[in-house]
């Protein structure tokens, strides 16, 4: 079966890098791009995607948040997190079949047997290593506290998340100590 991919990054130069990456380096040229969060459900709708690599952190939104639409809409889609956040969000996102995480600052080897795994349905080494046994902890977190730790690992401030959000800055200070009482 022919690979369909959608890149969904807001970063222009990376989008580039990675289009050039899987064409030179595994002969794939049946790729898309979207550039907000917002496009990638859009996209989704319109093309059957074999796979999604996509960025955490979007102007318009946060990938986190519409992982679990995505995976419930989409559960055949292997979906990479290809971003330059922080890697502990990778213990949340777990439970919803995101095996592949791979950090823009790994060396191109590292990055070349990560992708490798994710177009051949692999899980790598990293990902069996990280891998807990009934670690159900992102199903207890509601889709906005998913949002907020998602704008936490992007290092926003409480401010900056509640601007994003729309929301009192209280309630992210609340949202957050839900988030950590259900670690």
């Not at 955490?56 to 519409?66: R, V």
């Not at 290593?129 to 290092?155: F, V």
């Not at 309630?171 to 957050?176: C, E, L, R, Y």
Request: net charge positive.
């Amino acid at each position: 079966m022919d690979k369909l991919i959608l890149i969904a990054d807001n970063h222009w130069t990376t989008v580039d890098g990675i289009r050039l990456f899987l064409h030179e380096k595994f002969g794939l040229t049946d790729i898309e791009v979207v550039t907000t969060c917002s496009a990638i459900m859009d996209r989704l709708k319109l093309n059957n995607y074999n796979h999604l690599i996509m960025e955490l952190d979007f102007d318009d939104d946060t990938s986190a948040s519409i992982i679990p639409t995505i995976k419930a809409l989409y559960p055949s889609l292997k979906v990479a997190i290809f971003t330059s956040l922080k890697e502990d969000i990778k213990e949340y996102l777990r439970d919803y079949g995101i095996y592949h995480f791979i950090s823009k600052h790994s060396t191109k080897e590292q990055i070349e047997k990560e992708f490798s795994a994710f177009l051949n349905g692999q899980l790598s080494i990293e990902s069996l290593r990280k891998i807990k046994r009934n670690d159900n902890r992102l199903k207890k977190i509601s889709p906005r506290e998913l949002q907020i730790l998602a704008l936490i690992y992007a290092n926003k401030s409480n401010d900056e998340i509640a601007h994003k959000l729309n929301i009192r800055k209280n309630s992210v200070s609340t949202m957050k100590y839900r988030i950590v009482s259900k670690r």
